[in-house]
């Protein structure tokens, strides 16, 4: 897509409507001469985009995660210009050669500068999460690109970009699984050294994948879980503390299946009563602040949030656009 050959006005409506699949997007000066363009290839359970644009404002709302119930990562390496919290310092910007990650199932208020370049590469939680220590404490983080698995993830992306043109389907799907692994490994790479001490262990991420796999259990508890491990509990909880200690990790991922069960059109007979005394909340009130503190809305708005995304992919448009394959990702 390229709004070169397109008015002003007709370059904007397009971008905003091409873009606002997945963001609330405005431009932050109104005077610049506005140019658009995007590239994107789909490679099975990933895609990568290059992105250009003049200076803009990106948002994910809760009520917008809530309607169309993405659950993607992406991870965008900033090739020109800046792109950050929008409230944020310096210390908050992804310059040239960083990274910035975007967990699209959390809120975000960021900005770019004028004349701005990224590479993005976007993957499903479901793949990339398993290989994390700290899977949901990844929104916003910055890459610095001194970083040496940084370094090789661009070189990497980089040349996939260039040559993603020229493959064969089976030549794509080849190159999938080693994406993820690389994307993976600079993620942690930057979480053992912003945060050693919480996150030292590989055993963290075999205790989290057993906690994932087990939400419903109510036996699911940090005794339970270090007798299990064969650790002391003060060892769980000092492992966990990344995620805010081992009770939060559980009740959160509680309430991320919760809200999936919300959002299933399968699950609509259901109360939320019955939902939350499933996923270990016994009385709705304290289900419904819980859900509310997490998510910045309630259940009830994250029905209605679905039900209006699923209307909405009804009449989805052109589908062949990245921002569609974004959405089409599971």
Same mark, same amino acid.
């Given at each position: 897509m390229d709004t070169a050959g397109l008015t002003q006005k007709e370059a904007i409506a397009a971008w905003q409507e091409s873009i606002g699949v997945l963001y609330d997007v405005r431009l932050r000066n109104k005077t610049d001469r506005f140019n658009f363009g995007a590239d994107a290839f789909h490679l099975g359970d990933i895609v990568l985009t290059g992105y250009r644009c003049v200076a803009h404002s990106f948002d994910r709302?809760?009520?917008?995660?809530?309607? $169309?119930?993405?659950? /993607?990562?992406? @991870?965008?390496?900033?090739?020109?210009?800046? /792109?950050?919290?929008?409230?944020?310092?310096? /210390?908050?910007?992804?310059?040239?050669?960083?990274?910035?990650?975007? $967990?699209?199932?959390?809120?975000?208020?960021?900005?770019?500068?004028?004349?701005? $370049?990224?590479?993005?590469?976007?993957?499903?939680? *479901?793949?990339?999460?398993?290989?994390?220590?700290?899977? $949901?404490?990844?929104?916003?983080?910055?890459?610095?690109?001194?970083?040496?698995?940084?370094?090789?993830?661009?070189? /990497?992306?980089?040349?996939?970009?260039?040559g993603a043109g020229d493959m064969s389907l089976d030549e794509a799907e080849t190159i999938v699984r080693p994406t993820i692994e690389l994307a993976a490994a600079a993620l942690n790479a930057a979480v053992t050294e912003e945060n050693a001490a919480a996150v030292q262990l590989a055993l963290t991420?075999?205790?989290?994948?057993?906690?994932?796999?087990? @939400? @419903?259990?109510?036996?699911?508890?940090?005794?339970?879980?270090?007798?299990?491990?064969?650790?002391?509990?003060?060892?769980?909880?000092?492992?966990?503390?990344?995620?805010?200690?081992?009770?939060?990790?559980?009740? *959160?991922?509680?309430?991320?299946?919760?809200?999936?069960?919300?959002?299933?059109?399968?699950q609509q007979s259901r109360s939320i009563a019955d939902i939350a005394e499933l996923h270990g909340f016994a009385y709705r009130t304290n289900f419904v602040r819980a859900f509310r503190k997490l998510f910045g809305v309630t259940p009830r708005e994250v029905r209605a949030h679905a039900a209006e995304g699923r209307r909405l992919l009804e009449h989805p448009g052109d589908d062949t656009t990245m921002w569609h394959w974004i959405r089409q990702l599971r």
């Open positions: 709302t809760p009520a917008r995660i809530g309607r $169309d119930g993405l659950d /993607h990562v992406t @991870l965008q390496l900033c090739v020109k210009g800046s /792109h950050g919290r929008r409230e944020g310092g310096s /210390h908050d910007r992804a310059d040239p050669g960083d990274f910035i990650i975007a $967990d699209l199932a959390q809120a975000q208020a960021t900005a770019t500068t004028a004349d701005f $370049d990224s590479l993005n590469l976007t993957i499903p939680r *479901r793949l990339l999460a398993p290989l994390l220590r700290a899977p $949901d404490e990844q929104n916003l983080r910055l890459i610095r690109g001194d970083a040496p698995l940084a370094a090789l993830l661009r070189n /990497h992306l980089s040349g996939l970009y260039a991420g075999q205790i989290a994948r057993y906690i994932d796999e087990r @939400l @419903l259990d109510p036996s699911l508890t940090g005794e339970a879980l270090a007798a299990t491990f064969g650790i002391s509990t003060r060892k769980l909880y000092y492992l966990f503390e990344a995620h805010g200690g081992v009770a939060s990790y559980i009740t *959160r991922g509680r309430l991320q299946q919760a809200r999936q069960m919300l959002a299933d059109p399968a």
